[in-house]
């Protein structure tokens, strides 16, 4: 059993540790997350079968941003000085706090456009996050300009945030883009003084967690929508087709992530902060695109169910674009953040983009979702023939022969 120290210095960790992998805490902080991720999803879902479109999808985005941010600040910052002592526990627990603030407002923002429980919650998230920042300097003397940069930027951001919240609501929506903006450039500006200790492979990791993490509330999201729909009497021979077709989305958007090699990102991740910084940047804030599109996939199958149950204000070409969209959406993403690392072929010049557009032509047939889950799902036995193809390309040229398959005369086996 490890010994936990109260007075443990937050000390830099080996970016080239092996066998680095995710810490109960971290998956505790994520488990966190879920509530929040649920709130934003669900109240997409209602408001968009209430017909308040114009209201949810500008509020979404924002309130998302604020969910993925704060996880990717605490992510990033423990891939590089999670000692597991004392006062780092504490201050994520501060942390985690918070995000159970951010979850309890996500719904009076989505709706209501009322961002000030949000705010207070994301706000309570930083405090812990300054904390940790300013005990990494006073501990890590090569790293401290980098260290103290990060905590003067999150320190302004906050500022602005709360004088956001008191200012006009005119101004609110250009005012979150700039402190966005704000927040996004605050790791570019401490980075330029020093690359943090992060672990490559801790952070595909990571990623990877909470994209199963997003993945997994779309499945809860489509389950509630379906036995709320059998409680209020619809037979279930009528949402056969939108269950079918939403665990074929699921199914193979999680395939379609995880279908690049991890080691594959993690080089690439190494590459970029070694090299040219903005690379990495680049790839760990487009999986905000990722994470979001994920969530809001779940929402648009619930909101499916509710059309075909005649719950929804929506017409049936508007309720099919809710689930069209964000999964076209998610596979560009994805195809954008991993296409370097994909071997010259279908897959990386043209498949990807052609699911897409073929996705968002589903969204005219009869059963827009399963429509939308047979060509994703065909993009994944695409992908599955042409990787066997190149594996025995390999073995050929390495002079590998596979054993012939013998058949039994008798048996026939």
């Known amino acids: 059993m490890s010994l936990i120290r109260i007075r443990a210095p937050l000390s830099a960790r080996d970016p080239d540790e092996s066998h680095r992998a995710a810490t109960?805490?971290?998956?505790?902080?994520?488990?966190?997350?879920?509530?929040?991720?649920?709130?934003?999803?669900?109240?997409?879902?209602?408001?968009?079968?209430?017909?308040?479109a114009s209201d949810v999808l500008v509020s979404y985005p924002m309130v998302f941003f604020a969910i993925w941010w704060a996880w990717m600040n605490f992510t990033w910052f423990a891939s590089a000085y999670d000692t597991d002592g004392v006062a780092y526990r504490l201050l994520a627990f501060v942390q985690i706090a918070g995000v159970l603030v951010l979850a309890a407002g996500a719904p009076r923002a989505m709706d209501e456009r009322d961002f000030g429980v949000a705010i207070i919650g994301y706000v309570i998230m930083r405090v812990g996050l300054v904390a940790n920042w300013l005990r990494a300097a006073a501990a890590d003397l090569e790293m401290r300009q980098c260290c103290l940069r990060y905590a003067i930027g999150v320190v302004v951001c906050q500022l602005g945030w709360i004088a956001l919240f008191v200012l006009p609501d005119g101004i609110w929506l250009p005012g979150f883009v700039a402190l966005a903006a704000a927040e996004l450039a605050v790791p570019v500006w401490a980075e330029r003084?020093?690359?943090?200790?992060?672990?490559?492979?801790?952070?595909?990791?990571?990623?990877g967690l909470f994209t199963i993490i997003v993945l997994g509330e779309s499945v809860l999201a489509a389950s509630f929508a379906v036995q709320?729909?059998?409680?209020a009497g619809d037979r279930l021979a009528e949402l056969g087709a939108i269950a079918f077709g939403g665990l074929l989305i699921v199914f193979a958007m999680w395939w379609v992530y995880f279908d690049q090699p991890a080691e594959h990102v993690v080089e690439r991740a190494r590459r970029g902060m070694t090299g040219t910084p903005r690379g990495a940047f680049l790839w760990g804030y487009g999986?905000?695109?990722?994470?979001?599109?994920?969530?809001?996939?779940?929402?648009?199958?619930?909101?499916?169910?509710?059309?075909?149950a005649g719950h929804s204000a929506l017409s049936d070409r508007q309720a099919a674009l809710a689930v069209t969209i964000p999964v076209a959406f998610y596979l560009v993403a994805i195809w954008t953040l991993h296409v370097r690392d994909k071997a010259p072929g279908p897959l990386r010049s043209f498949a990807v983009p052609v699911t897409a557009t073929l996705i968002l032509a589903s969204t005219l047939t009869p059963q827009?979702?399963?429509?939308?889950?047979?060509?994703?799902a065909g993009l994944v036995a695409l992908a599955v023939v042409v990787h066997e193809r190149e594996a025995d390309r390999a073995l050929a040229s390495a002079g590998v022969r596979l054993p012939p398959v013998v058949v039994d005369d008798a048996s026939g086996e």
């Open 24 to 52: 109960p805490l971290e998956l505790f902080f994520d488990l966190t997350f879920v509530v929040a991720i649920a709130q934003a999803a669900n109240s997409l879902h209602h408001g968009l079968a209430a017909g308040h």
């Open 193 to 207: 003084v020093g690359v943090t200790p992060w672990h490559p492979r801790h952070i595909a990791e990571r990623y």
């Open 228 to 231: 709320g729909a059998l409680d």
């Open 287 to 308: 999986h905000y695109a990722v994470f979001a599109s994920a969530a809001a996939t779940g929402a648009g199958i619930a909101l499916a169910v509710d059309q075909a």
């Open 368 to 376: 827009p979702v399963l429509a939308t889950g047979i060509v994703i």
